[in-house]
């Protein structure tokens, strides 16, 4: 199922959200799989039809209207309009919010009053309130709550999630909870602080519908890279009764390199081993079983745990895998359709928004071949037309030239390649 998510540009009209909105209303009609599942995700009184529901493709513009604003991160299609409407003003606010101006902060929302209940940048971010809580503003936040700010809750939410603990506490005392879900966000963006927290206030390590694996299963599968934060956080949900599974891939998972080389010692070909999905992500721990689960880049079905290292940006232990004899030029495993056989310096080019030459470099320095092809196929979800890439036959050097989400690409690492080439 796709998942469609939009940022307004920097000169947003209405215009643009509205084609959109006639073109899924279309594309709906004609009976679109992608675009009927667009609408289930989207919209509250679809989510629980299914496949073959017939009323799903008998809406109405206002429906469609509806999808289009929440994949903006806007709940409803008044709001988009609403903050397209006040876009310069957000603008001055989102700048004030981040320079810690407070008298900057309390003109603009005199000023244009609606703002403070209007999401400055996105709906994921918030109001001002909310907005200045991710970034930890905490007068900010307490003078936005002085103006007549509501969304506390929110706010909470996202201080949490970006560790911003201090924000946290104070809105705590305003009478934000800890509700079911609530960790969700820090597990999102392995923010050890805001778990750490919550574990202090004996928060619910559960999503929103009270499933325990969920936050977990989130540490693991998440898009995010901070390696640290994930190890703390594993480690916090073992002292929480939490039974992590004692495999190879659950000691690369918690950064353990004393547990690895214990099972090195029992297993001498374990680098050599290629790691399917299901065994990145395991069913036990709350992972998809379907085979899907993950946000990577570079493809990470059959990859060793070097392609690993790379990908979830591992440097340790990819230091210490190559010092114990891991093979810079393994290849994936290549599937029925031919896809695959692409070695650790393709997922050292499409890595993230994480510009960084180091592991590249190495991988070189330790006898990488940058001539080595692959075909590689990746679903690009998250844009705003999913859709599967592929690319046949290329070099990592072509794998990261011809990526089409350039903000994927690690553009130190392709220019290491094109300077060497």
């Known amino acids: ?36 599942d667009r609408i289930r995700r989207r919209h509250p009184k679809f989510q629980d039809s299914p496949d073959n529901a017939a009323p799903i493709t008998h809406l109405k513009l206002s429906d469609a209207q509806l999808v289009i604003a929440r994949e903006y991160g806007f709940s409803t299609w008044a709001m988009l309009k609403a903050r397209i409407g006040a876009h310069a003003a957000a603008g001055r606010l989102a700048e004030a919010i981040r320079a810690d101006d407070r008298a900057a902060v309390v003109r603009i929302l005199r000023a244009t009053p609606e703002m ?48 911003k603990i201090e924000c946290a506490r104070w809105l705590v005392k305003q009478g934000a909870k800890a509700e079911p879900g609530i960790i969700m966000g820090a597990c999102e963006t392995l923010n050890a602080e805001g778990v750490r927290f919550l574990a202090e206030l004996n928060a619910p390590f559960t999503d929103g519908h009270g499933d325990r694996l969920s936050p977990l299963a989130l540490v693991l599968e998440t898009y995010g890279r901070n390696p640290a934060g994930k190890h703390a956080i594993l480690e916090i949900f073992a002292a929480r009764g939490y039974e992590l599974p004692e495999t190879p891939m659950m000691a690369f998972h918690r950064g353990d390199i004393t547990q690895l080389k214990m099972h090195l010692r029992r297993d001498p070909q374990l680098l050599e081993h290629r790691f399917t999905l299901r065994k990145i992500y395991p069913a036990e721990c709350g992972c998809a079983g379907h085979g899907q689960a993950g946000m990577h880049w570079t493809p990470v079905d059959g990859t060793t745990l070097l392609h690993l290292a790379v990908d979830f940006r591992e440097r340790e232990i990819f230091e210490w895998l190559l010092t114990h004899g891991a093979d810079p030029n393994a290849r994936a495993t290549i599937d029925w359709d031919d896809f695959g056989g692409h070695t650790p310096l393709f997922n050292a080019v499409v890595c993230g928004p994480w510009p960084d030459a ?46 089409p989400e350039k903000h994927w690409v690690n553009r130190d690492a392709l220019q290491l390649l094109d300077e060497s080439s």
């Open 1 to 36: 199922m796709p998942t469609v998510k939009r940022r307004l540009p920097e000169h947003p009209h209405l215009d643009v959200p509205r084609r959109e909105a006639r073109e899924l209303l279309k594309t709906c009609q004609s009976g679109s799989r992608d675009a009927l």
């Open 358 to 403: 180091g592991m590249a470099s190495t991988l070189l320095e330790h006898g990488a071949d940058r001539n080595i092809r692959a075909s590689l196929r990746k679903f690009l979800d998250w844009t705003g037309r999913p859709h599967w890439h592929e690319s046949r036959n290329v070099t990592a050097r072509e794998w990261g030239h011809t990526f």
């Open 116 to 163: 403070l209940h209007l999401p400055v940048w996105s709906g994921d971010w918030g109001p001002p309130m909310s907005h200045a809580a991710n970034l930890g503003r905490l007068e900010i936040v307490q003078v936005c709550a002085e103006l007549g700010a509501r969304d506390h809750q929110h706010a909470f939410d996202r201080a949490v999630l970006q560790g």
